[in-house]
């Protein structure tokens, strides 16, 4: 059974401009959740989809958002990239939402440089 | 509200020695505990999770935890450290509907 992909797995830009990231579950894996990871702040939650819902949101300014497709595809955006948005995001699906059960499983991630 | 502090940012020890990367976590709820590994330009990868029962947990390479709620603390320890165990390790809480991550301990395994 295939992993959890992430494109892309590199992408620079630069200040002002917006990205978009993407994220293909494991088969059948119907919650995604992403996270930045940056060595300062380390991993942080940002949010999580199910049924195309968001069902759970991070700390993060509204510049970051996401959204989740009938196929459980996922994609987040990040718009008016700013210089701390350099990050390694890494998206995370489970069968079902509700990490306290389920196990979440990591794909690759997408390394962003913002110059 | 949930945390995790992972003691040690970086650990270093002798090939075929002793592995002991600390974690301690705070959890208003019985908490569901799990440690993964990054190795460079990769993902996380699951070692290992608690949820109920045994309280003693094996994973994957030969890693194992004990979760002691007394001490609040889940700490991984494997016998025999191989070079190929040097990576990034993570501690992870979960309750509710979220994940908290510790800040990570780097792990150098020396010849």
């Known amino acids: 059974k295939a992993g959890v992909t992430q494109t892309p797995r590199y992408l620079i830009k630069t200040r002002g401009q917006q990205v978009t990231l993407s994220c293909s579950p494991i088969s059948g894996h119907r919650s995604v959740s992403w996270y930045q990871q940056t060595p300062g702040q380390g991993l942080q939650f940002l949010f999580e989809y199910f049924s195309e819902t968001q069902r759970n949101k991070g700390n993060f300014p509204g510049r970051f958002s996401g959204r989740q497709f009938s196929n459980s595809r996922s994609e987040m955006n990040v718009s008016t990239l700013e210089l701390g948005d350099s990050a390694l995001y890494l998206c995370?699906?489970?069968?079902?939402?509700?990490?306290?059960?389920?196990?979440?499983?990591f794909g690759p991630g997408t390394r962003l440089l913002v110059l | 509200a949930q945390s995790v502090t992972q003691l040690g940012s970086h650990v270093s020890v002798s090939e075929g020695a002793l592995v002991l990367l600390r974690c301690n976590y705070s959890s208003s709820v019985p908490p569901y505990l799990f440690w993964y590994v990054q190795y460079p330009n990769q993902g996380l990868q699951l070692l290992l999770k608690?949820?109920?029962?045994?309280?003693l947990v094996k994973g994957i390479n030969g890693f194992e935890a004990e979760f002691k709620k007394s001490e609040t603390s889940f700490h991984l320890t494997k016998p025999s450290a191989h070079m190929s165990d040097a990576a990034e390790y993570f501690c992870a809480v979960s309750a509710g509907n979220q994940f908290y991550f510790g800040t990570g301990t780097s792990l150098t395994v020396i010849p």
């Open positions: 608690y949820t109920t029962g045994a309280t």
């Open positions: 995370a699906s489970s069968l079902v939402p509700g990490s306290t059960v389920e196990t979440q499983y």
